[in-house]
């Protein structure tokens, strides 16, 4: 196909759908060729090609998803799991790559996002998986995601738009209210906007994915709304414990659920237990295995 165009842009984008792998990101790539087309009349042809190409892909697609036996994603959920959730535009893909270590595909296309992209979202030296759906507005939204996360990140750039997602997510997680766009305000507006959040009694956030403006207050947001404590082991032969990964388990779990979740039947192996921390009554005590926990304990093992 002949192509006359010099926009650095649509160059780009060319680029990207014949190096694309999969026809969802040769789509990607396509709409945004389209949406750099010139609209003069010489560039008609050329434009009806993009066309007709863009509506073969989204055939394909269609047609992939029809046979394929389920189109979800396998997604092995971690011990605390939040699922962004919003309208197309709304600053999702943004958002998660602030929060975490993951690489979404950005875009002002409209849905953008085809699949859940997931990252790590490292806090309080625990690691908080965190999960963005495609576009709630799409057909590639996942609403069994949405059902079984922990935590909801519901994020808007308007007052309608959060009533809007309430209405359509009907379970009871813990939700945040993430405002997006603030950077957007002036004094006063955001003054009525802050106001009316708090009216409505909503668990929020202001922020802005341009600026960087509330997203660290996000972060402790969401690490707050897990109902979990995180446990520390200790080697015997060491003098120090392990700050690296706590074992994240729910309040009241025993010194058996640590063992446990350490090792399958690594339990039944140990001789002696000592604690340090929160649950116990002084530095190294010596407790059983049905001894309850408490956040930011240690626990140090002894085997037979």
Do not use: C
């Amino acid at each position: 196909m002949p192509i006359n165009v010099n926009s650095p842009e649509y160059v780009k984008a060319e680029k990207e759908f014949y190096e694309a792998n999969t026809l969802e990101d040769q789509l990607i790539a396509l709409k945004i060729m389209i949406s750099y087309m010139p609209k003069h009349k010489g560039a008609e042809n050329l434009r009806q090609q993009l066309t007709t190409r863009r509506k073969k892909l989204e055939n394909l697609i269609i047609k992939k998803k029809k046979s394929s036996k389920s189109s979800k994603t396998g997604i092995k959920k971690s011990d605390m799991q939040a699922v962004i959730v919003g309208k197309t535009n709304s600053g999702k893909s943004n958002l998660l790559k602030f929060l975490t270590n993951a690489s979404p595909k950005i875009s002002k296309i409209q849905f953008t996002t085809q699949r859940p992209e997931i990252g790590m979202m490292n806090y309080a030296t625990t690691q908080i998986q965190i999960i963005e759906n495609p576009a709630i507005d799409s057909p590639n939204y996942n609403k069994g995601l949405t059902n079984s996360a922990d935590t909801l990140i519901l994020i808007a750039t308007s007052l309608e738009e959060i009533e809007l997602l309430k209405k359509q997510i009907k379970t009871k997680q813990k939700q945040i209210i993430v405002f997006n766009k603030i950077d957007l305000f002036d004094t006063e507006q955001r003054r009525k906007l802050e106001a009316t959040l708090k009216s409505k009694k909503y668990n929020f956030v202001i922020v802005s994915t341009k600026t960087s403006e509330g997203l660290e207050d996000l972060k402790g947001k969401i690490f707050q709304s897990f109902d979990k404590i995180r446990i520390y082991t200790k080697d015997p032969n060491k003098k120090e414990h392990d700050t690296k990964k706590p074992v994240i388990l729910k309040p009241g779990a025993t010194v058996k659920k640590v063992a446990e979740k350490i090792l399958h039947g690594f339990s039944k192996q140990v001789k002696q237990i000592k604690i340090w921390g929160p649950s116990s009554k002084f530095p190294g005590q010596v407790v059983g295995l049905n001894h309850k926990l408490k956040d930011l304990d240690i626990v140090e093992f002894k085997t037979r």
